[in-house]
């Protein structure tokens, strides 16, 4: 047989077995996509972050999903896993300005907000935090609290108003609805619910609204 004929059946064939296992490959990565489904579930109601301080951040939604005129309970909170005390920071990781607290609670160190979009902790920061429309409530100045003191299993922590001690529960709640969006109706939609604190932990769901 000529040689020129002979490399070219072998480059065929080489061709052919290289293509071959190229389909098989593709196959099985198909298949174990659908067997496998690694995709992380981000429509959660209720999702938790420890932190490095001894305490673990939970957010929690009542519904992932909902009608344009329902309304989104959005609440978070710090549960100590220890006790401990830890000094007052400033490191949030959102423009703390549009998470809702509590009123009336300066320094207070957890907030919860919502972006519209989907949103994950891959691509949070190309998000942008709505702004609610809440009452305004008149305040007394009050210097916030240096430190706070934790305990276990509980979101109580003793804190210190200048001189006078007392404690506070650590839970920030809102509500996504057409009145605190200041809309008739919510924009048909993914969103993603944000509690985050002053240590720069936080935690996201999403939630759907048709």
Same mark, same amino acid.
């Given at each position: 047989?000529?040689?020129?004929?002979?490399?070219?059946?072998?480059?065929?064939?080489?061709?052919?077995?290289?293509?071959?296992?190229?389909?098989?490959?593709?196959?099985?990565?198909?298949?174990?996509?659908?067997?496998?489904?690694?995709?992380?579930?981000?429509?959660?109601?209720?999702?938790?972050?420890?932190?490095?301080?001894?305490?673990?951040?939970?957010?929690?939604?009542?519904?992932?999903?909902?009608? !344009?005129?329902?309304? &989104?309970?959005? $609440?978070?909170?710090?549960?100590? %896993?220890?006790?401990?005390? *830890?000094?007052?920071?400033?490191?949030?990781?959102?423009?703390?300005?549009?998470?809702?607290?509590?009123?009336?609670?300066?320094?207070?160190?957890?907030?919860?907000?919502?972006?519209?979009?989907?949103?994950?902790?891959?691509?949070?920061?190309?998000?942008?935090?709505?702004?609610?429309?809440?009452?305004?409530?008149?305040?007394?100045?009050?210097?916030?609290?240096?430190?706070?003191?934790?305990?276990?299993?509980?979101?109580?922590?003793?804190?210190?108003?200048?001189?006078?001690?007392?404690?506070?529960?650590?839970? !920030?709640?809102?509500? &996504?609805?057409? $009145?605190?969006?200041?809309?008739? %109706?919510?924009?048909?939609? *993914?969103?993603?619910?944000?509690?985050?604190?002053?240590?720069?932990?936080?935690?996201?769901?999403?939630?759907?609204?048709?």
């Amino acid at each position: 047989m000529d040689p020129d004929e002979v490399a070219y059946r072998r480059s065929v064939r080489n061709t052919v077995i290289v293509l071959g296992v190229v389909v098989v490959v593709l196959a099985a990565s198909i298949a174990l996509t659908f067997v496998f489904d690694v995709t992380p579930n981000t429509f959660q109601t209720k999702t938790s972050v420890a932190s490095t301080y001894p305490f673990t951040l939970t957010l929690e939604v009542n519904t992932t999903s909902a009608t !344009a005129s329902q309304r &989104v309970e959005i $609440t978070a909170w710090l549960n100590g %896993t220890s006790t401990g005390n *830890v000094t007052a920071s400033s490191n949030w990781a959102f423009d703390q300005s549009k998470l809702v607290r509590p009123v009336c609670s300066s320094g207070f160190p957890v907030g919860v907000g919502v972006m519209q979009g989907h949103y994950t902790t891959d691509n949070y920061s190309l998000g942008t935090l709505v702004s609610f429309v809440l009452p305004q409530i008149p305040c007394a100045l009050e210097p916030p609290p240096a430190w706070f003191y934790f305990s276990s299993a509980t979101p109580k922590v003793l804190v210190a108003l200048g001189a006078t001690p007392e404690f506070w529960i650590l839970r !920030a709640n809102a509500t &996504v609805s057409p $009145t605190t969006m200041g809309v008739s %109706t919510l924009q048909p939609g *993914v969103y993603t619910a944000i509690g985050a604190d002053e240590w720069g932990d936080f935690v996201m769901t999403n939630f759907r609204v048709s």
